[in-house]
């Protein structure tokens, strides 16, 4: 007996550890080929290559490994012109997985990568998005990838003015009206937050279309919204799109000096305090907080509910705000409203996660978080936000 007993403890840690080597054993990532461009690939011999260094470039483990697979050279634009590569493969792996349906020579050494990310979560196929990408020959003779965006944006213009670098198209005259704006705002702005000046780059786009079209993309869901405003900030790397057609941008470049300022800011309050200062989607801070006023008389919901997960924050409300928008900009007003720079210097330095967020705003509004939304609806209907 004493004997089986042995035998027995052998194997259940036998299995134990197979089970944990396993689970630590990391699954590699494969790219999916169309049979179209695997066809080609008996003409276009480097197909195999190139598709093969695209997975083992995805299969980095961590975001930074990217630039081991990049050309050197893809600096013009941005600090990290993989961020785009970056996002579309992970954001909503594995539900949704990549595969290579274009691989075309445009020039010698030089191929365009045609990435549509696809998966079928809900039980039937759907896409997520079709993104591009060169390939070239560095100078050693290997292939590594680079952004379109240095291509696309070749025959536009730049000016510097300031602190800022306009990109815009050929035909366009810059209103140097907007500008100024621009710069009353972001001297505002700078002071407001007791931070220094930011150099950054400001692509003038007319929609979102345009926006995702320059950074090499042909497909993404809200590049075919019916309402085309809005604005892309690469806040870490500083530059931002507009993709309202003009030099005033204030929501976006907020989240530059937030970015710059409060690190470990959390989402809620990011979107928040652009909107508060600096409004959204060409509606000001007061008409976010009357589109909020008015969705809360109409529907019991749970503020505090709503703003902590991940789905429901996005709540449209009135086709150009949304819970998160709104309802953070109102909580950025109540602490500066209430307990002046400290207070709201506290909120927007709260930390990433739900539970940082949620621990600051007890520790601002002296409330436990179960009374949250008594709070927040008491306030919201003194309709003091001026």
């Known amino acids: 007996m004493k004997y089986l007993s042995v035998i027995f403890l052998f194997l259940l840690l036998s299995c134990s550890s197979k089970t944990n080597n396993e689970k630590n054993k990391e699954v590699r990532r494969v790219i999916n080929v169309d049979y179209g461009v695997m066809a080609f690939s008996d003409i276009q011999k480097e197909n195999n290559i190139i598709i093969k260094k695209l997975e083992d470039c995805i299969n980095s483990k961590e975001f930074i490994d990217y630039s081991k697979f990049w050309d050197k050279n893809d600096t013009l634009i941005f600090d990290y012109p993989y ?6 493969v992970n954001n909503n792996y594995p539900a949704y997985k990549p595969t290579v349906v274009g691989l075309q020579k445009i020039a010698l050494d030089k191929y365009q990568i045609k990435i549509a990310v696809i998966g079928k979560p809900e039980g039937f196929f759907s896409l997520d998005y079709v993104y591009n990408v060169y390939a070239i020959k560095n100078d050693k003779g290997d292939f590594v990838f680079k952004n379109v965006i240095s291509d696309n944006l070749s025959k536009w213009k730049n000016t510097q003015i300031d602190n800022i670098t306009y990109y815009y198209s050929g035909e366009r005259i810059l209103n140097y009206e907007n500008i100024d704006k621009q710069k009353k705002f972001e001297t505002d702005l700078s ?5 220094e000046k930011i150099n950054y780059k400001y692509i003038i786009c007319k929609n979102t279309n345009e926006i995702y079209g320059l950074l090499g993309y042909d497909y993404l869901d809200m590049m075919f919204y019916t309402k085309q405003i809005g604005g892309l900030a690469y806040s870490y790397q500083n530059i931002f799109f507009s993709g309202n057609d003009t030099e005033f941008y204030a929501h976006e470049v907020t989240h530059i000096y937030l970015n710059k300022k409060f690190p470990k800011i959390h989402s809620v309050i990011d979107e928040g305090f652009a909107t508060y200062k600096g409004g959204s989607k060409g509606l000001n801070y007061e008409k976010h ?4 006023q008015e969705y809360i008389s109409t529907k019991e919901i749970s503020i ?4 902590f997960d991940e789905d429901k924050r996005h709540t449209i409300i009135g086709s150009k705000s949304s819970i998160m928008y709104s309802a953070g900009a109102f909580l950025c007003h109540l602490a500066y409203s209430k307990h002046g720079k400290e207070g709201l210097f506290k909120l927007l330095n709260s930390g990433k996660s739900d539970e940082n967020l949620k621990s600051t705003i007890e520790n601002v509004f002296q409330i436990h978080f179960k009374e949250f939304d008594n709070f927040f609806n008491n306030e919201l209907e003194k309709n003091n936000y001026d």
């Open 304 to 307: 505090g509910e709503y703003l």
């Open 289 to 292: 907080i009357e589109l909020l």
């Open 83 to 88: 961020h785009d590569l970056y996002t579309t």
């Open 191 to 195: 002071m407001f937050l007791e931070q």
